[in-house]
């Protein structure tokens, strides 16, 4: 009988409450709007966050096709600078040709004061066929950005102080022993006297190449010139194409 009594109790009187066992909070319609909206922009930032990243990719293979077409657009520009400045060269070259033919030939056995006066008399011929040429006659406005670029790349930064100290050896502008003033000028005359600068093999490297025994790339101070070496005459120059080059 107690037992059964106990039972009953036990049905009868309602367990002890637990902490789990916390009333449900039933939600407002204020709260409900809330939450509705904050999904709203979730979800609406989640899709500007997609559109901004499709954009940005779109831009960014916009932008890469560009920076590839200007690069492709300035390779065709600095070979056809480069191509111009060849049939320059080669200008010049038919009408040193046609100056020379005008002189006596030299055979070879000639005394030093026979081929001086060669020499003054060619560029006497010269000067009266060009006797206009001005500064960009050959290194013209298009392909001085591209030889100053090559020429810079070769000189700049301490890994070329080599190169630097190459050209400043023998340099009129540098040479401590240098005298003799250079003139830069189209159609002026390289004094014999005067020093002659060394242009490093990195630099010509990177150089159009120009014809054995008669053109030659030299240094004058940071000027580059194009000189003629049967005729002892500055055919053109480009001033400043060198960085400055300082004893160290």
């Known amino acids: 009988m107690t037992g059964t009594w106990l039972l009953v109790l036990a049905l009868a009187v309602p367990p002890a409450a637990t902490a789990d066992d916390k009333p449900t909070h039933e939600m407002t319609d204020a709260e409900k709007a809330e939450q509705k909206a904050a999904k709203k922009r979730a979800h609406e930032a989640a899709e500007e966050a997609e559109e901004l990243a499709e954009e940005t990719a779109e831009f960014a293979e916009k932008l890469a096709k560009r920076i590839e077409k200007g690069n492709e657009q300035r390779r065709?520009?600095?070979?056809?600078?480069?191509?111009?400045?060849?049939?320059?060269?080669?200008?010049?070259?038919?009408?040193?040709?046609?100056?020379?033919?005008?002189?006596?030939?030299?055979?070879?056995?000639?005394?030093?004061?026979?081929?001086?006066?060669?020499?003054?008399?060619?560029?006497?011929?010269?000067?009266?066929?060009?006797?206009?040429?001005?500064?960009?006659?050959?290194?013209?406005?298009?392909?001085?950005?591209?030889?100053?670029?090559?020429?810079?790349?070769?000189?700049?930064?301490?890994?070329?102080?080599?190169?630097?100290?190459?050209?400043?050896?023998?340099?009129?502008?540098?040479?401590?022993?240098?005298?003799?003033?250079?003139?830069?000028?189209?159609?002026?005359?390289?004094?014999?006297?005067?020093?002659?600068?060394?242009?490093?093999?990195?630099?010509?490297?990177?150089?159009?190449?120009?014809?054995?025994?008669?053109l030659e790339y030299r240094f004058v101070g940071r000027d580059l010139i194009l000189i003629d070496t049967e005729a002892n005459l500055i055919v053109d120059y480009i001033l400043g194409a060198a960085p400055p080059l300082p004893a160290r």
């Open 76 to 214: 065709k520009d600095t070979e056809e600078a480069i191509k111009d400045f060849n049939d320059r060269v080669k200008d010049y070259l038919k009408l040193h040709k046609k100056a020379a033919e005008t002189l006596p030939k030299l055979t070879g056995e000639e005394d030093p004061a026979t081929v001086a006066a060669h020499r003054v008399a060619l560029a006497r011929a010269i000067r009266t066929r060009r006797r206009a040429a001005r500064r960009g006659e050959v290194f013209d406005a298009q392909v001085v950005p591209t030889i100053v670029e090559r020429v810079r790349g070769e000189l700049e930064g301490a890994e070329a102080r080599p190169a630097r100290k190459v050209i400043r050896e023998g340099n009129p502008k540098f040479d401590p022993e240098g005298t003799v003033p250079v003139l830069v000028a189209v159609n002026a005359a390289y004094p014999l006297g005067a020093p002659v600068s060394t242009v490093p093999a990195s630099v010509l490297l990177v150089l159009p190449p120009l014809p054995a025994n008669i």
